[in-house]
């Protein structure tokens, strides 16, 4: 709310060869905080982050021995995964042998975060890794959500997690000529909106939220946020990286969320938008807004985390629906920052002057991905 950037000069390797130097690069987190020795030398960074946002989503919910185990889910997305972790024992393997390859490697390859949470919080229901590229935080959600409405589940912790800054996957996006190359000043490299953007600032990062189904929340006294009211979720069949011009699906995932929502695109008071600062998604993103809001996508505050915070591929949309429930509670709504010069396809409020106060009602969070994803939630405030 700040309007403060996290993005800086990438400090654990070499990026001197790339055009982009900079990312949103967690530089002091301590998994001992959370994790035992023994679980943080077995499991990868993506793991001990995404532990983390679970353990402290599910204290603050006060839902240890308040919830049956046995219906209580684990789904979380994340795409990059233990690739870090991959990695290194492929090195190892290749240099030293398999008698140096951690005994644990096996596990790094099945969704590791999701049995983790499952196992240290000691819930029974499904666990569920979901792995949609830059919607799987929100698919991860809207799954979970169908189950506890079908009765299946009473309960869910929920989110995402990603830890892709290594060398191999930021050298490819870079080659990819994705990422931003705005590098001086740091803070600034990320512009979604702005007529000069070049590129998403890549990050790591987790969120986590815990799900209930109403009267479960309401028997136990939980302190409600917010409702998750709508989800909806379609593919482009169009392109590995790019979005299909048009947004006509885009625009139906938005529309299936309100529907499901039971409410109208006039009742939508603030946009947590995808806006990932790259050309052609900013601008296929702005038209999807039109075509599935009308008019009224003029008249409501649209704004990214991602200028702040960066790209987190699969957590982003958990972290975007993190803000988009606490801009409920909090009755204020984030702000665009380095939107330096609008760009005229990107005609919509952008809320460019910092944070501001609102009370939003119901609040509309975007994703979309590669390889053609597209996914949208409505999370709204909680009336009895």
């Known amino acids: 709310m700040a309007g403060r950037s996290g993005t800086k000069a990438v400090s654990s390797f070499d990026v001197s060869r790339c055009h982009s130097h900079v990312a949103g690069e967690i530089t002091d987190f301590r998994p001992e905080d959370f994790l035992a020795r023994r679980e943080i030398q077995t499991f990868s960074r993506y793991v001990h982050f995404g532990f983390a946002a679970a353990r402290m989503a599910w204290e603050d919910a006060r839902a240890a021995g308040a919830l049956d185990p046995d219906r209580v889910a684990v789904s979380i997305g994340s795409s990059i995964g233990a690739s870090s972790r991959n990695i290194s024992d492929g090195v190892t393997f290749a240099e030293l042998g398999i008698d140096r390859v951690h005994p644990m490697c096996p596990l790094q390859y099945c969704g590791s975060l999701p049995s983790e949470v499952a196992i ?45 800054i290594l060398p191999l996957l930021f050298h490819a996006f870079d080659r990819l000529q994705v990422i931003s190359r705005l590098n001086d000043p740091p803070e600034r490299a990320s512009r979604p909106f702005s007529r000069d953007r070049c590129g998403f600032v890549l990050a790591e990062g987790a969120g986590m939220l815990v799900l209930e ?38 625009a139906r995932a938005v529309e299936l969320a309100l529907r499901q929502a039971g409410i109208g695109a006039a009742d939508i008071d603030y946009v947590n938008a995808h806006g990932t600062g790259t050309v052609k998604n900013d601008a296929t993103e702005t038209s999807i807004l039109k075509q599935a809001l009308g008019a009224h996508a003029h008249r409501i505050p649209v704004s990214s985390s991602k200028s702040m915070l960066g790209h ?21 709504v984030p702000p665009t920052i380095n939107v330096v010069e609008p760009d ?19 609040v509309l969070s975007t994703s979309f991905g590669f390889g053609s994803r597209n996914a949208a939630l409505v999370v709204r405030k909680y009336e009895a």
């Open 120 to 164: 240290v919080l000691g819930l029974r229901g499904p666990a569920y890794s979901i792995s949609t590229a830059c919607t799987a935080g929100a698919d991860a959600t809207g799954l979970a959500m169908g189950l506890i409405a079908s009765g299946v589940i009473d309960a869910a912790v929920v989110g995402g997690s990603e830890a892709p």
């Open 213 to 250: 189904a109403e009267d479960v929340a309401r028997e136990r006294g939980a302190r409600i946020y917010a409702e998750l009211a709508g989800f909806g979720a379609t593919s482009d069949a169009h392109h590995h990286l790019h979005p299909a011009p048009d947004g006509r699906q885009g």
């Open 312 to 332: 987190m591929i699969g957590a982003a949309a958990a972290v975007e629906l993190v803000i988009s429930t606490m801009s409920i509670h909090e009755r204020v």
């Open 344 to 362: 005229p396809e990107c005609d919509l409020d952008y809320v460019t002057e910092g944070a501001r106060d609102l009370a939003p009602h119901a």
